[in-house]
């Protein structure tokens, strides 16, 4: 809708593990006039934290093909285990100027409808771009509502995004522990990061239209199909670990019933 060209850069996954595949994007690169490439970090929906060796050499190729970078960490705040957030611009100097950074309080404090978020661009010239874009779309006020709140949860929220995070690795516990005593058909991929737990239903046997329909239809459960990310994302779901155990609880019983009686009638 922008008038852009889209190219893929899929990920490598080896053993539910997944990479980036920095020979496919120095093709993409030496191949076509790309010079824009949107990073996640962490990743959405497959949950990796990228490592800081992993952002270098990513950031070396783009600095070598003059390519401009928009990386999206608004999943900075749900970090796993001993995994280390590390924001792409303090890499190093050089990549610096050519990144766009986007954050928002909006998923670690549950303000989305206030439509507030943070960009980062330490290039100037970059900047004043950014800024008249926003003049000519009309969209670079914010409401005082979430003005108040961004910088409310920014300043005071530390101890609730701790017992959050702690929560939620709780959910994923319980969610990874059910699957593996009730549905070993369905294998969670535990996330580094995010909230969101990557569910392989491949061994379900089902198409992607199946999946969806077996999801809504029998186990009442609307998730987002993996396909919706890419066709690498067939054979997958992803859930929201982001809610009241107690709805876990009864999401995950409400699958294993449809499960089981799907298995009584194949």
Same mark, same amino acid.
């Given at each position: 809708?922008?008038?852009?060209?889209?190219?893929?850069?899929?990920?490598?996954?080896?053993?539910?593990?997944?990479?980036?595949?920095?020979?496919?994007?120095?093709?993409?690169?030496?191949?076509?006039?790309?010079?824009?490439?949107?990073?996640?970090?962490?990743?959405?929906?497959?949950?990796?934290?990228?490592?800081?060796?992993?952002?270098?050499?990513? $950031?070396?190729?783009?600095?070598?093909?003059?390519?401009?970078?928009?990386?999206?960490?608004?999943? =900075?705040?749900?970090?796993?285990?001993?995994?280390?957030?590390?924001?792409?611009?303090?890499?190093?100097?050089?990549?610096?100027?050519?990144?766009?950074?986007?954050?928002?309080?909006?998923?670690? *404090?549950?303000?989305?409808?206030?439509?507030?978020?943070? %960009?980062?661009?330490?290039?100037?010239?970059?900047?004043?771009?950014?800024?008249?874009?926003?003049?000519?779309?009309?969209?670079?006020?914010?409401?005082?509502?979430?003005?108040? =709140?961004?910088?409310? $949860?920014?300043?005071?929220?530390?101890? @609730?995004?701790?017992?959050?995070?702690?929560?939620?690795?709780?959910?994923?516990? @319980?969610?990874?522990?059910?699957?593996?005593?009730? %549905?070993?058909?369905?294998? =969670?991929?535990?996330?580094?990061?995010?909230?969101?737990?990557?569910?392989?239903?491949?061994?379900?046997?089902?198409?992607?239209?199946?999946?969806?329909?077996? *999801?809504?239809?029998?186990?009442?459960?609307?998730?987002?199909?993996?396909?919706? *990310?890419?066709?690498?994302?067939?054979?997958?779901?992803?859930?929201?670990?982001?809610?009241?155990?107690?709805?876990?609880?009864?999401?995950?019983?409400?699958?294993?019933? =449809?499960?089981?009686?799907?298995?009584?009638?194949?």
């Amino acid at each position: 809708l922008n008038g852009r060209n889209v190219l893929s850069n899929p990920l490598i996954e080896e053993d539910g593990t997944y990479k980036m595949d920095l020979i496919d994007l120095e093709k993409k690169f030496i191949n076509s006039d790309a010079r824009i490439l949107i990073l996640c970090n962490p990743h959405n929906p497959v949950g990796r934290v990228w490592t800081e060796q992993e952002l270098s050499d990513l $950031a070396d190729l783009c600095e070598k093909y003059g390519c401009l970078i928009i990386s999206d960490e608004i999943h =900075a705040d749900f970090i796993h285990g001993d995994h280390k957030h590390i924001s792409l611009p303090t890499i190093n100097e050089q990549i610096e100027d050519r990144v766009i950074l986007c954050t928002a309080p909006s998923k670690t *404090f549950n303000l989305a409808g206030l439509q507030v978020s943070n %960009i980062y661009i330490h290039n100037p010239k970059l900047r004043k771009r950014f800024e008249y874009e926003l003049l000519r779309s009309g969209s670079g006020n914010l409401n005082i509502m979430a003005m108040n =709140a961004g910088q409310a $949860a920014l300043e005071h929220g530390d101890q @609730y995004v701790k017992e959050l995070n702690e929560y939620i690795e709780g959910n994923f516990d @319980y969610i990874n522990t059910f699957l593996k005593e009730n %549905i070993p058909e369905i294998k =969670a991929n535990i996330p580094e990061g995010t909230y969101l737990v990557w569910l392989d239903c491949r061994d379900l046997g089902l198409n992607d239209d199946e999946l969806k329909k077996f *999801f809504l239809e029998e186990a009442k459960l609307w998730l987002d199909e993996g396909i919706l *990310f890419g066709e690498q994302g067939s054979g997958y779901m992803r859930l929201n670990a982001a809610s009241p155990r107690s709805i876990i609880e009864k999401a995950m019983k409400q699958l294993k019933q =449809a499960v089981d009686r799907k298995k009584e009638n194949d």
